[in-house]
Structure formats: C-alpha cells, structure tokens
C-alpha cells in the first residue's frame, strides 16, 4: 500500500508565503515524476508545478517566478514553496506522483488527499 501525504496548508495573508510537503510511504521502490496541482471551488483541477525523477522543473504561467516545486528523494517528499501569494491562489492543493512498488512493478499515478490553502487579501 501507497500513501501520500501532504501538510503544509493553511490561512496567510496575501504577499505572504507557505511550504507545502508531500511525504510518500509504504511499499515504495521508486518515484519518477512528482507534482502538485490545485483546485479552487467551482474549477477544474489544475497543474501548478512538476518536477522529474531528474529534477527538471516546470510551472504554471501564473505560478512562475513565485512558486518553487523541489523533492527530497531519500525521503520520497516533494515539496512547494509558495512566496507572493495572491487570493487567486486559493484552492485545494493536491501531491500527485508516479510511483514503482516493485523492480518489475509499472509505475502508477498516485494522488495525496489535498490541504488546503486560503489567500486572505
């Protein structure tokens, strides 16, 4: 069994910044690609950040310059920095990863349960 985890979430006043963490555990062999998506109520989910096995980072238009997607693999954590955050960053942030169970194993799409993140203004 796979989970993730994510933590991190919560109130801040617009301008300010949060950490987001992901932690994998269970019967993990390998993780590629982690990323992180969110969803503001009334949307469609959406991709904010991703980062690859080899670390080769990619983001959002609306997140560039002020998010910063990194991953611990030792840990099997990914983490989001948030800094400048505007009210239009409210939403239900979500850890999405592909992970290997076994050497043989295909990697499969995992998904965290979310934490929530207000944007005061």
């Known amino acids: 069994q796979v989970q993730l985890v994510e933590s991190g979430g919560g109130l801040v006043q617009a301008g300010g910044s949060l950490r987001l963490s992901c932690a994998g555990s269970?019967?993990?062999?390998?993780?590629?690609?982690m990323s992180w998506y969110r969803q503001a109520p009334g949307k469609q989910r959406e991709l904010v950040a991703g980062i690859t096995g080899r670390g080769t980072t990619s983001y959002a238009d609306s997140v560039l310059g002020r998010f910063a997607i990194s991953r611990d693999n030792a840990k099997n954590t990914v983490y989001l920095q948030m800094n400048s955050l505007k009210p239009e960053d409210t939403a239900v942030y979500y850890c999405n990863a592909q992970i290997r169970t076994g050497r043989l194993s295909p990697f499969q799409n995992y998904w965290g349960q979310g934490t929530q993140v207000a944007v005061s203004s």
């Open positions: 269970g019967s993990i062999f390998s993780i590629d690609a």
